[in-house]
């Protein structure tokens, strides 16, 4: 599932943002309430859905949209004057008002084109990922979440497709 991230600088709005998303069967990720906070929780899943008004208390959304890249799909909330003002050319906006189903109708749209986004893996390569992975969690300890991560890192470090780190991993490499 994609991780859902709701940010508001007004923790009211954010709550009522998420309570809108969670009760139609889109699961809240993280609620933040400054960039610095948005930019924390993509450092820990990577790449996502960020819900968001226009501003927030250490940066603007068009800053934000810039630091975060192509990890994030962004939804904008806002008045239109305020829409109008992001610059961003990768912004989703949604002018308030708004109603709840249009509200998740656009984050089920942002779900479905994270999905189309997303690298496909054949059933080859998601097996040797997951016997990777094993290997790591019984050799090392770690979480299947860890494990995954490790492998993550390790890809990224070396340049490398994550199946080609696995691949290593099965051949007895240490993870760098």
């Known amino acids: 599932m994609a991780k859902i991230i709701v940010a508001f600088a007004d923790p009211k709005k954010c709550e009522q943002i998420a309570s809108v998303l969670d009760g139609s069967g889109l699961q809240v990720f993280r609620k933040c309430a400054t960039g610095n906070e948005v930019m924390r929780a993509f450092d820990a899943c990577h790449d996502g859905i960020l819900v968001c008004g226009t501003r927030f208390p250490d940066r603007t959304v068009d800053e934000l949209a810039y630091d975060l890249g192509d990890q994030v799909l962004m939804l ?35 779900v479905q084109l994270h999905y189309m986004r997303m690298p496909r893996r054949s059933p080859e390569e998601k097996k040797l990922i997951e016997e990777a992975k094993a290997l790591l969690i019984e050799g090392s300890g770690y979480t299947e979440q860890q494990a995954h991560q490790a492998l993550q890192r390790m890809s990224m470090r070396l340049g490398i497709k994550m199946t080609e780190s696995a691949r290593r991993v099965l051949n007895g490499e240490s993870l760098p």
Do not use: I
């Not at 909330?77 to 998740?104: I, M, N, W």
């Open 76 to 110: 904008v909330l806002g008045k239109p004057d305020q829409l109008e003002r992001c610059e961003h050319h990768a912004l989703f906006r949604l002018p308030v008002p708004f109603t709840r189903g249009e509200l998740s109708s656009a984050v089920n749209m942002l």
